[in-house]
């Protein structure tokens, strides 16, 4: 599976981005995916995840009410919507796949895209 992500960009506090992670590969469809951001101040942090149909979806408190994620299996896209965004959201943002379950452990993804910068201006 490889992955791609994109929609990044530069924000004023308050506003919107959506992000998208594209696949390729038949078998993205049987795949959990998770976003995770980095930053210099944070590391690599865990933003949210979805279950490979969509079922199922896991937010820490940080983004839970902020952000949304959901897939078109048939697009084999993953989509994270982030709204009433903050400076301290900035960072370079990651998805990634894993074929086991729905999980915040960075360990347990195996196929990671190259990350795309939001910014977050005050």
């Known amino acids: 599976v490889q992955l791609q992500a994109y929609g990044g960009g530069l924000v004023q506090a308050g506003g919107s981005l959506r992000l998208s992670c594209a696949a390729s590969?038949?078998?993205?469809?049987?795949?959990?995916v998770g976003w995770f951001r980095q930053s210099l101040e944070k590391g690599r942090e865990f933003v949210v995840a979805?279950?490979?149909?969509?079922?199922?979806?896991y937010y820490p408190d940080s983004v839970k009410g902020r952000f949304t994620i959901s897939r078109d299996n048939a697009k084999s896209t993953v989509y994270l919507q982030m709204d009433s965004l903050k400076p301290e959201d900035t960072a370079v943002y990651y998805c990634a796949a894993n074929a086991r379950r729905l999980t915040s452990a960075l360990g347990s993804y195996d196929y990671w895209g190259q990350g795309t910068q939001v910014t977050v201006s005050s």
């Open positions: 979805i279950t490979w149909n969509g079922g199922r979806t």
């Open positions: 590969g038949r078998t993205f469809r049987h795949y959990a």
